[in-house]
């Protein structure tokens, strides 16, 4: 049903119909898109810049305040003069008031900046005078500095400073993390403008400060912010990308005179992401509204083929001769008008094709009973057993059992105009038929007889098995083979049903033979036997034919178990 209808004009007129729309819908939501994503990129790149712009603010801010300090109390409160003392008389690092100037002038950076974690001074002979503002514990005060990698490398370079990505647990007491290190020389104040280096202080800011300077931005940014120093080197980055993200070339924010530079990079598929999301989820709701119009379209077209191709269908099977099949009409529309006529059709039909059979089964009865008629069942009786007898005096007792079994068989036959016997009934008529054969090929044929012994009460049309049994012997075995067999079983098929069987060991025959079998081309016998089997228990219960070729061929039926009484009433409501 679902392949016919998907090749059907209906389906064609709705699948162009939604793919019109959904083009048009496409082309104008491309175009939308496509200027919003301009304007999208436009505002996305403003927010980039702004927040690159605070991070040097910030950046500058904090070089300028450290920068200024430094300018500022190293000359009134002599922390350059003292350091270039303690360079000169190393012992004078642990007087009391060296100690407390150097550690007045680190808490002074430290109230001069709230991001600041440490400011640390370190003079010449590794002398280290610390303050801290957190709770993380000031610098270990053995720790080696001067030779610490990261200070050495600076204090054997001529720079006045440096910014530097680091973290100080490794000569604090403890520590929070990650900090941008600011290292910065201080100079001997007799010996300027010649710089002769006196000492080194460190502060440290905790990344997190610089993250917070654009704070403001981060829930929308989609780039990365990064801090490079003079030599190029990296110290800082926001790190919203994998490092394997592709980027666009980096915008350059030169931070004062500092040498530092803040870079924005921008994704290369920042805008496309937010784009596709934006397209995604406007082809969804696009989409959404199309479909369900289409599904609207869709149902009742659906509908209306699918009840046209039911009428068709049924119009098929009442060719196929199933007069039987009734289409249900549920709609008072043209289809069900339609439906209405073809079953009162139907129904006539079928009556009219029923009382034509019954009338030519009334006219065979009568022409059977014209023919017995016309003998006289007495004389027949009589002359087969005064044969019987003369065989048997004769001393030949096949021929006396031969004649015997056609008088039984003869008079089983017209005894009784009963169209349903029983099961044990019709066994013995297959019993005398079978001994008429053995009487003709003796031992060159063998037959078997199989019946369940619960079975035999049970009903079957009479002289229903004998045909078979017949075709199986004249064209099963029309050559004769060693080992040829007829066997006749009946058993029970479950659901309520009796299996009835007739098979051999003979020919065979092809799928075109079984066709003509059944047509009456080549035999009236299976035709028949086909024909009463379906107008008294219908399709469900049809002759089944199995034969391959040199192996033999199996037939067989099913019938309800029911009694002769029950069988007559259900074939009586059948030809009614």
């Not at 119909?17 to 048009?24: D, E, G, K």
């Not at 190029?232 to 980096?250: C, Q």
């Not at 017995?372 to 004769?394: G, K, T």
């Not at 040199?550 to 009484?565: D, H, K, Q, Y």
Request: glycine letters at 6%; aromatic letters at 8%; a neutral charge.
């Amino acid at each position: 049903m679902k392949h016919r209808f998907f090749s059907s004009t209906f389906f064609r007129i709705a699948l162009i119909s939604f793919v019109t729309i959904v083009a048009a819908v496409a082309i104008t939501v491309g175009v939308a898109l496509n200027i919003f994503s301009q304007a999208l990129d436009e505002k996305q790149r403003v927010i980039e810049g702004q927040a690159a712009a605070k991070l040097q603010k910030y950046v500058l801010g904090q070089y300028t305040r450290i920068s200024d300090m430094l300018n500022y109390t190293s000359t009134r409160t002599g922390v350059a003069a003292r350091l270039a003392a303690i360079a000169q008389q190393p012992d004078r690092a642990y007087r009391y008031a060296d100690i407390q100037a150097l550690l007045s002038f680190a808490e002074m950076v430290l109230s001069s900046d709230a991001d600041i974690e440490d400011c640390i001074l370190i003079a010449q002979n590794g002398a280290v005078y610390s303050q801290t503002a957190t709770q993380y514990g000031d610098a270990v005060a053995s720790y080696d500095f001067l030779n610490d990698p990261l200070f050495r490398a600076f204090l054997a370079s001529d720079s006045g400073f440096r910014f530097a990505h680091d973290n100080p647990v490794r000569y604090k007491i403890a520590s929070r993390g990650e900090v941008i290190t600011i290292l910065w020389s201080i100079y001997n104040p007799a010996r300027l403008p010649r710089r002769e280096r006196v000492g080194l202080l460190i502060v440290n800011v905790p990344i997190d400060r610089y993250e917070a300077a654009y704070g403001d931005f981060s829930g929308v940014m989609l780039g990365d912010l990064e801090i490079y120093d003079t030599r190029g080197e990296k110290i800082y980055s926001s790190g919203n990308n994998a490092p394997d993200t592709p980027m666009d070339e980096p915008i350059l924010y030169p931070v004062g005179a500092t040498g530092l530079t803040v870079r924005s990079l921008l994704p290369s598929n920042m805008i496309r992401e937010q784009t596709n999301a934006l397209i995604q989820r406007s082809v969804f709701f696009v989409l959404l509204a199309v479909g369900l119009s289409f599904v609207v379209i869709f149902v009742a077209v659906y509908s209306y083929n699918r009840r046209s191709q039911r009428l068709i269908d049924h119009m098929r099977e009442v060719q196929k001769g199933r007069l039987d099949r009734r289409i249900a009409v549920r709609k008072r529309d043209e289809i069900g008008v339609l439906g209405e006529a073809l079953n009162d059709m139907t129904e006539k039909l079928d009556t009219y094709i029923r009382r034509t059979y019954q009338a030519e089964l009334a006219a065979r009865d009568s022409e059977i009973a014209l023919l017995q008629s016309q003998i006289n069942p007495h004389f027949l009786f009589n002359s087969l057993e005064n044969l019987s007898m003369l065989a048997a005096r004769a001393h030949n007792d096949a021929l006396a059992d031969l004649a015997a079994d056609i008088g039984r068989l003869f008079r089983i036959s017209i005894r009784s105009r009963d169209r349903i016997v029983r099961i044990e009934d019709e066994l013995e008529y297959i019993r005398l038929y079978i001994n008429i054969h053995v009487a003709r090929f003796g031992p060159r044929l063998q037959f078997g007889v199989q019946a369940d012994e619960a079975l035999l009460a049970r009903a079957i049309p009479k002289l229903i098995v004998q045909p078979l049994v017949e075709n199986a012997v004249i064209h099963g075995h029309r050559v004769l083979k060693p080992g040829a067999r007829v066997d006749v079983s009946i058993e029970a098929a479950g659901d309520g049903r009796i299996r009835v069987s007739v098979s051999d060991n003979g020919a065979g025959m092809t799928r075109e033979r079984i066709c003509e079998a059944l047509s009456g081309s080549a035999s009236i016998g299976l035709p028949n036997v086909a024909q009463r089997i379906r107008l008294m228990f219908g399709d469900e219960c049809a002759l089944l034919i199995e034969s391959a070729v040199g192996e033999g061929t199996r037939v067989s039926f099913c019938l309800p178990a029911m009694t002769v009484e029950e069988m007559n009433a259900h074939v009586q409501a059948a030809d009614r």
